[in-house]
């Protein structure tokens, strides 16, 4: 007769907690008419996400904190995603707008943007896909919504391997630059429509707004 799954060690969770540095300082260089709201709003939600992983490393038998965390990390999610899309209506205004914005400033903030949209959709994919690090923690992981090579793989993949945090940051920036997947298969529509609305954020911001204000620069 089989026992309960056995609790799992959570993975280390300082790229997860480098990557929400990364977007604090990515909102933070923003112009202030391209946030949505003001810029102490993100070290508030940066903040409460950090006291989440931290809950984890410190807990990490502890249940509790895994769904804090899996409720902190994707608002902060959602909240950059929304930054995101507004950020770039803001941006397309001001390219159609008669009182351009410079070169400069556009260059710099589509950049923001764009790594930002990759950052966020990175720590929504993690935190989704079978039920996030929640249920890989108690070795019950639901239906993954997304297919790796690696379980596939004959060699130099360790038994029992299970996608991190690095894995999503990977299909995330995959993503956002070749608008497909590359090595990964969404199997679940959550999946598939997460990765279109990604694509679609990242093809305006490259196409649109990068394009024109390497123009703007070139002539």
């Given at each position: 007769m089989s026992g309960p799954p056995a609790i799992q060690r959570p993975e280390p969770r300082w790229p997860v907690a480098l990557a929400i540095l990364i977007l604090l300082i990515l909102i933070t260089v923003l112009p202030d008419h391209y946030r949505l709201l003001p810029s102490w709003v993100a070290f508030v939600v940066a903040a409460i996400a950090w006291l989440s992983l931290l809950g984890v490393t410190m807990n990490r038998n502890e249940q509790r904190w895994l769904h804090i965390e899996a409720a902190a990390?994707?608002?902060?999610?959602?909240?950059?995603?929304?930054?995101a899309g507004v950020s770039l209506v803001v941006l397309i205004g001001d390219i159609l707008s008669p009182t351009k914005a410079s070169g400069i400033e556009l260059l710099t903030s589509s950049v923001a943007i764009w790594a930002c949209n990759v950052l966020a959709f990175s720590l929504l994919y993690w935190q989704v896909d079978g039920n996030g690090p929640v249920r890989h923690h108690r070795g019950r992981a639901g239906r993954p919504d997304w297919l790796f090579t690696q379980p596939g793989a004959s060699e130099g993949v360790p038994p029992g391997w299970q996608p991190v945090f690095v894995d999503y940051l990977f299909l995330a920036f995959s993503t956002a630059t070749a608008f497909s997947t590359t090595d990964t298969i969404p199997l679940t529509p959550t999946a598939k429509l997460l990765m279109m609305l990604e694509a679609a954020i990242s093809m305006v911001t490259l196409v649109v707004v990068a394009s024109r204000a390497i123009n703007i620069l070139g002539s």
């Open positions: 990390l994707k608002a902060l999610a959602l909240f950059l995603i929304l930054v």
